[in-house]
């Protein structure tokens, strides 16, 4: 392996607590057993990591405003907590946490809570999984335990901001989530990642672990709004129990490499999965989803809903895959993908995989590329709407029925405006939108 992390590799080692010195080892000699991705790595066929070989220093704790880096946080109500570089910052998160709700930092745990969290920390992301992985174990200085009681039922988001400002030399951040959610609780947790705006080049490495016991529901968002000099690698890993919910949504917007690995594990029957997304790539950014539901026990349904728009020279990666074992009969499964092209020199590549060997299923998947119709494009110019305008209309009409599907109110209200913004740079062409 190169040595583009050693810095913040030493500088993990040096802040995390006694009790995960042992996690932090392990992950660092599978780190240096790895090697690199290259275009000849099936998983990494279509991505080139050739931008994180750079020497990457660990980040600066920060006493900046979110104002200072011109991030917006949406008021979603409930609890927040805010990370910048990083770092945990109160004085820019919320007190008094809903009942039935315990949230702990790694570096804060005392002995009961770190055992509890040592119980549960990679039983979802695995310790054989992706090379990113292992760098994430291997820089671990800290991390959030959420824990939700069995019964809860938390109706107020859990807001948790991943905010990457500036500093003098380019940076790496390592986040590390882990959820449990008790038999019959209810919640929904929000992961929002933004950055500086200008071109500060950030390396964020992320993992989220969602762990669903027996009857728990879970809504699960995950909003990649980063710039566009605004690297990141980072996985989702959810265990589903017994009759559990997980409806999980992510947004992606485009940098010079993001790459997001999901993996839903069914573990008892009668789990339900659905899952679905947006990416929006534009200028010569890059997004890249590889999605994997594993159905290895019966009577679990899942879906899943991902849709695209690709613009300028930007390029996407989407592949979905839904594994039914042998033993998981009476699965329903279904898996899109639709892909829209803005411009002639945007580029998808979307590989849907379905690997079926049970004989009593009902499952489908499919994947579309297309660019706006031009007979819908007609119809709205015919009624005094101009061509620019009528473009940017119709994107938005592709990507906001996946967003209206989302069920936190006040989020889908952040959101419409940001990708109105987001597809067109001219206000006046969106103003029917936000």
Request: overall charge negative; hydrophobic content about 40%.
């Amino acid at each position: 392996m190169t040595d583009f992390m050693q810095r913040t590799l030493d500088s993990a080692a040096e802040r995390a607590p006694a009790w995960l010195q042992d996690w932090l080892r392990d992950g660092r000699g599978r780190w240096q057993a790895s090697e690199m991705p290259t275009r000849k790595t099936e998983n990494w066929k279509y991505t080139n990591v050739h931008a994180l070989r750079q020497p990457f220093a660990p980040p600066e704790a920060s006493s900046m405003a979110l104002a200072d880096v011109a991030v917006r946080l949406p008021e979603l109500g409930g609890y927040r907590m805010v990370f910048v570089n990083g770092h945990y910052r109160p004085e820019l998160s919320g007190n008094g946490l809903p009942g039935g709700v315990s949230l702990v930092r790694f570096a804060d745990a005392d002995a009961g809570q770190a055992a509890r969290i040592r119980e549960h920390l990679g039983s979802a992301a695995g310790r054989d999984r992706a090379l990113f992985t292992a760098l994430n174990d291997a820089a671990l200085a800290d991390g959030v335990f959420l824990e939700i009681d069995a019964g809860a039922k938390v109706e107020e988001p859990l807001h948790i901001a991943w905010i990457t400002g500036n500093q003098d030399s380019a940076f790496s951040v390592n986040q590390r989530l882990l959820v449990l959610c008790g038999e019959h609780s209810r919640a929904r947790v929000i992961e929002h990642f933004a950055s500086a705006r200008g071109q500060q080049e950030t390396f964020t490495n992320g993992i989220t672990e969602l762990l669903l016991q027996r009857g728990a529901a879970l809504e699960h968002y995950r909003l990649h709004l980063e710039e566009s000099a605004a690297m990141h690698v980072g996985g989702v890993y959810a265990h589903l129990g017994e009759s559990a919910t997980l409806e999980s949504f992510h947004l992606a917007l485009g940098s010079s490499l993001k790459r997001v690995d999901v993996l839903v594990e069914h573990r008892g029957p009668g789990a339900h999965c659905e899952l679905s997304g947006v990416y929006l790539p534009r200028g010569s950014e890059h997004v890249d989803y590889h999605t994997c539901v594993e159905h290895a026990v019966p009577e679990c349904p899942t879906d899943v809903e991902c849709r695209g728009i690709v613009a300028d020279e930007a390029s996407a990666v989407f592949n979905g895959r839904i594994h039914i074992h042998p033993h998981a009969q009476k699965t329903r499964a279904q898996l899109s993908n639709k892909n829209l092209l803005t411009s002639a020199s945007a580029e998808v590549n979307t590989k849907p995989e379905l690997e079926i060997y049970a004989d009593d299923v009902q499952c489908a998947h499919g994947a579309t590329v297309a660019q706006l119709d031009e007979t819908s494009l007609h119809y709205l110019r015919t009624r005094g709407i101009s061509a620019a305008e009528a473009r940017v209309m119709l994107s938005f009409g592709f990507i906001n029925e996946v967003i209206d599907a989302a069920r936190c109110e006040p989020l889908r209200d952040y959101l419409r405006p940001l990708l109105a913004q987001r597809l067109s740079r001219d206000p006046t062409l969106s103003r029917h939108l936000a």
